[in-house]
């Protein structure tokens, strides 16, 4: 892999993984554009994938270090001790993991599904546009609610909403923001929550992607085109998440609505003309 690809695949992981935009869409859209699917680099393409994933997890735990410090130390509090009042930070830090429950099982209940009759251009165009109305629309909704106010309720609803991720062009962060708007958090805190629930969604990508990666071998030649993209996702995904929560402050969502819309009829213009 050239490793000016492995630079711009990087980026556009790093940034579309936290930004309300889709990254398994945009990284499809990304390769489809400029020709890079080969059918012959399955093993290629599998291994880069764990290393932007790693990349992008390194940056939510770099930005979000003392937060989950304190969930993981209070979550295991909990855990043994059992005590009461129960401590808001140990509670968060397992409803998280209840948010993160329906995805785990629509993903490996449907796994082969989703790679095979998922993902095409066509679908990512139409998604992008779809839950991009769905986000601005949400977002129209008052809310006030912070993080310290999120529930059982709260968590089921947000981890619902996060299986239909699986299907790329719907984005992770983007449906969760959502949901989190829909139910009265304010923008910093649908932000915050979104990025906090990737860290267990991203991991659990990393360790059965490299399962898989440790069965077949990494590929010959691959090592500098690994390090650009881990190097490149960490970097550009910490900016990521560092300009949304700056934004969505003092700003709304309509952005990101804004450039979702514009992409997705931009895709199937291009389809509509024969391109691809």
């Given amino acids: 892999m050239p490793l000016y690809q492995a630079f711009v695949l990087g980026l556009v992981q790093g940034l579309s993984e936290f930004l309300p935009i889709s ?13 890079w699917d080969d059918p012959g680099e399955a093993s290629i393409e599998k291994a880069f994938d764990v290393a ?5 997890l390194m940056a939510v735990l770099a930005y979000f270090r ?5 969930y993981v ?13 129960i ?3 140990g509670r968060i830090a397992w409803l998280l993991v209840v948010a993160t429950i329906p995805a785990v099982i629509v993903g ?22 779809v839950f991009g109305l769905l986000l601005g629309w949400a977002d129209r909704r008052p809310g006030d609610r912070a993080v310290d106010d999120l529930g059982l309720r709260d968590a089921v609803i947000i981890g619902l909403a996060q299986t239909l991720a699986l299907n790329p062009g719907t984005s992770r962060s983007g449906i969760t923001m959502t949901a989190a708007r829909q139910i009265g958090f304010d923008r910093d805190a649908a932000a915050r929550v979104s990025f906090l629930l990737s860290v267990p969604v991203i991991a659990g990508a990393v360790v059965v992607k490299l399962g898989g990666l440790l069965v077949d ?35 709304t969502f309509a952005p990101f609505v804004v450039y979702r819309v514009v992409v997705g ?8 003309a024969g391109f691809g």
Avoid at 23 to 35: A, E, K, P
Avoid at 66 to 70: I, Q
């Fill in 87 to 89: 401590d808001t930070d």
């Fill in 23 to 35: 990254s398994s869409g945009h990284l499809i859209l990304t390769r489809w554009l400029f020709g």
């Fill in 52 to 56: 932007l994933h790693f990349g992008t």
């Fill in 108 to 129: 490996g209940l449907f796994e082969d599904a989703i790679d095979t009759r998922l993902g095409t251009p066509a679908i990512i165009a139409i998604s992008l546009i």
């Fill in 66 to 70: 003392r937060d989950l410090g304190r």
């Fill in 73 to 85: 130390r209070e979550g295991v509090r909990l855990l043994w001790r059992r005590e009461r009042p």
């Fill in 217 to 251: 071998g990494v590929p010959d030649g691959l090592g500098w085109a690994l390090v650009v993209g881990v190097t490149t996702s960490a970097v550009s995904g910490w900016c990521a998440v560092w300009g949304t929560l700056r934004l969505v402050r003092t700003r």
């Fill in 265 to 272: 009829v931009a895709v199937l213009l291009a389809l509509a």
